[in-house]
DNA sequence: AATGAATGAGTCTTCATTCAT
DNA sequence: TATGAATGAAGACTCATTCAT
């Protein structure tokens, strides 16, 4: 049992509508499908690992691409939480004067929720390229409104004159990569690693990259 | 059939060791387990894309893993391509005077790889997760030789002061981020987008994070 | 359904961790590899014997030879039985003063047990050649223990004077050999001839033939 | 290679009609029949020890099974050989004047004939319960001429008073069981092992229990 | 709510056999 | 005569799912 299914157990006991039985084999289906893939996992392991009988896996989950989506979904939606924010621009002038305070209060947001959501995530890139439903709805619910709220943010600094006037869309896909290709080399190399360094080179970079030309 | 086969099968009849239902089958693997993935897809399904019968896929391929190998090692080889030139230095000075007409010909080299190869591609990163001979063999045979090769090339640039003296690694992160970042989007939106002012911006952005301090 | 197979089923319904259609696999099992052989016999054709599904087979038993191997581990340990006496030389001074006698209980003996496990203990004569679990299981389990009670036996009778002092192997093995070449050639004309003349020869036969030189 | 193949081998060369492929097939088939039974031993495997193509079998010998008839059907006939003898009773009279000589040379012959034959009699005691052919081609063409033959050479020493007058068939049936319980006793324990005083034991044995009552 | 035996379609793979070369 | 690629039926075994208990 590693850290981040401690803090995935955590998540689940706080739903008290999951009976006992249904975490563990929320737990141990996210072990398998994050381990061998949602295809090559069968529900008799995910049952056997989960110390239920089969059949208890299909009273709650009427297929087993439920099983995935129920792991999934609500994984989706916490990704929200840190953009539903009212009264955004208040917020960025008080707490985040300077894009690169965003930015890094974003990387460190996100780090914490990688660290809790690590085997989920993982499942969900995995199998993103399989299943329809699993793009429509993170596009439909989620994609959209984070992207619709980033650009705003965006322009809010833009405006500020702090950041270069390119289409809000480059200006964050440049800094997702830097971002994301840190997470990445992270994850890979060793998902303990933390390297506040690393962090501030990488903001220092972005900074720089994304200065108003002249 | 789309305009990435015709490139695949062009490269497979230069393969004389290959028959014609080798090929077939090879086209047809290839296609399926890209769309549905490797687990998920049936060697009953091959064969009939492939519109031979399922024990010739077996003749050629001992199990359905070979035949996944067969598919994807061979790309892997080709990765090496643009990174294998002796007298480097050389070519450099000579090509490339500046950090950015590199940067521009390694952009616009993966482009062509990738246009080429874009079904296997997707299929090695969709199937690396599950196969740790995948990962093995990409490790030794090919990434390593890439990263040493690319970091003498940085290091390179910043004898000649046109980049900032961070640790290579952390150049060739955040250089690699920001490209596959540009290719993600590209290939996710629209594989045939092709927009050279992206490019371009996305350079100076580098040019411009990159820059030595002071 | 044959007379012997009657008893194979009343053996089975004594055994109360069997399901009913565990119990039907057994029979039919029984029943083809007899007849066919166990590599000629598919688990198709076991299932649409047994009136089950062919997965309710592997349910039961992790694989076919597993499934052989339930059929002939039993009748093996059966095949203890008669030796598995305490006190032996008692028996044999109350009930066996000769050793005719002790001949003619052992016949009679052996072939009730054919009687009643005709089919498997063909199954294990004719799979016997192909499968090194079985041959090691019976020497192991069996074959020892048998031969060093029946070479007890032999030196019993041998220390009154009744039988010559050849060693006891060889005692043994001309004994068994008579009295096996009588079953073989029971079994192969007619199972069911029972001709206690005929015994009584073989009886008569084996006194001359071991009786004391001299 | 043993020295049973040198011997099969032998026999092979002096038959002018098969063909040298035909040959290694032929002592393929045999090893792998043998060893793992007929129905377990795939064309593919016999191809490849022969070191032919398979479809070169086939070309040879219409199925499967017309490869295993091809084997043992020369070995039943010459099964024959020791008693197909004209003017038998001289024969006897002259070279075999005790039954116990008779039986002697038998034992002798026989054993001259499973040295040579030893891996192909092997298969023909594992496929006989499988193969009716084997059944009835052994009964017909064998069986009978063997069985009258013999019968005719106990009434011979029984009309010279030598050997008790039990039915003929009783007594060769107990004969044949002492002798074939021998040869199985050598052959399961070390088919090189040769033991004369064994047999001169197993001899008088068979001496004493067939002597004429009174 | 939970079980686990039962299912039969489906899995990958092997087979004996054919046939164009 | 010999080959070996090709076949498709059949092989052992696994799967997600159902249902009586």
Redesign the interface.
Known sequence: MTDENHLLEEMLQEDANLTDKQKKILVAATEMFAE??F??TSTNEIAKKAGVAEGTIFRHYKTKKDLLLSIVTPMMVKMLGPVIIKDLNKVLDKDFEYFEDFVWAMIKNRQEFLDKNLKVV?IFL?EI??HHELREQFIEHIGKKVVSRIIQIVEHYQAKGQIVK?PAT?VI??T???I???F??KYIIDPKWNDDE?ID??IH??K????PDE
Chains 1, 2, 3, 4 share one sequence.
């Open positions: 061998k893939g295809a090559a993982q995995q390229p399989f390119l480059t896909r440049l997702a990569s830097t994301m290709g840190y990445a080399a690393e080179q990488m970079f972005l720089k990259g994304l200065i």
